[in-house]
């Protein structure tokens, strides 16, 4: 027999059930939590784009993105990747909702959209590792555009501030007087 036809057999009713309790047991749990305080907002100027739950997801994500160099800076908020991406949002709001919803669907996606039944912010480092790696190498092209959207938004706050400077051996902006246009020549 087919799935097709399996399905065939069943009543609409019955379906609907199934659906009603996969949905209650991938949701449900991981609607519950709050955010956890080393990922949060924590005290500072208020979000003008995303809200706390998304503050919390990019950081958790951008500790995964940037990799073991670049984590401590986030983890000690020497680089605030939430309130940095923030404030670019709000410079350009066309892309705020669509970041929202792909923040919300890393947080809130369960299976069999997302491998998980977790929220993203409460799951282990490997566990984050897993759920990145699945959206960036995924089939589906909505998983592959939403972590490419957090992944872009995350490098380019992350390495456009002055404190991940060290980490590339770029010497800053040049022609500002700190960095000079000889600067730029030297091998």
Known sequence: MTPARDLRGLERRTVLRLFG??????VLPAGCGGIADDLGPGRG?????LSA????????????????AGAPLI????????????AWLARTPALAAPMGQALTLLEFGTWPL????????????AGRDRVLAECMGS??????????????LVLLVFYGH???????????????GTVTIADAMRD
């Open 45 to 49: 100027p208020e979000l003008a784009m």
């Open 53 to 68: 739950r998304h503050y919390a997801v990019l950081t958790a994500a951008a500790l995964r993105i940037v990799g073991p």
């Open 114 to 125: 997302v491998g998980k039944a977790r929220l993203f912010t409460a799951l282990d480092d």
């Open 162 to 176: 002055e404190a991940s400077r060290p980490l590339t051996g770029y010497p800053g902006p040049f022609g500002t």
């Open 139 to 152: 089939r589906l092209e909505l998983k592959r555009s939403v972590f490419r959207g957090i992944r872009s």
């Open 75 to 86: 983890a000690t908020r020497t680089v605030d990747v939430g309130r940095l991406a923030d």
């Open 21 to 26: 309790v996969a949905a209650a047991v991938g």
